[in-house]
């Protein structure tokens, strides 16, 4: 059974920076695009960055870039959410997603999120 488990979210000041992670069990790590999306509240869930299963390619999309970072670590079975410069529209629970098939969105299976508050 595959377990994705997120950690590193918090509460930070607007300009701060967190760094999530989220780390697979169950499963050959390496057999996994990983992913991470964001809700915050009161609005859908959105996709955040993608990167491929050997790291080569990563994806954030365009209104992040510069600021959040993706990557990963094969060996320790971990992907990251580099989080910089944070504004409070960021506040969310940010969930990574991990898929065998294709690089998220869509994700299959899903860790159970971290809280991400900046205050102004």
């Known amino acids: 059974q595959v377990q994705l488990v997120e950690s590193g979210g918090g509460l930070v000041q607007a300009g701060g920076s967190l760094r999530l992670s989220c780390e697979v069990f169950?499963?050959?790590?390496?057999?996994?695009?990983m992913g991470w999306f964001r809700q915050a509240p009161g609005k859908e869930r959105e996709f955040v960055a993608a990167?491929?299963?050997?790291?080569?390619?990563?994806y954030v999309v365009d209104s992040l870039k510069g600021r959040f970072t993706i990557s990963r670590d094969n060996a320790g079975n971990t992907a990251y959410l580099q989080l910089n410069n944070l504004t409070p529209e960021d506040t969310a629970v940010y969930y990574c997603?991990?898929?065998?098939?294709?690089?998220?969105?869509?994700?299959?299976?899903w860790g159970q999120g971290t809280q991400v508050t900046v205050s102004s």
């Open positions: 997603t991990a898929n065998p098939n294709t690089v998220p969105p869509p994700g299959l299976y």
């Open positions: 169950g499963r050959t790590f390496a057999d996994f695009a």
């Open positions: 990167i491929t299963w050997n790291g080569d390619n990563k």
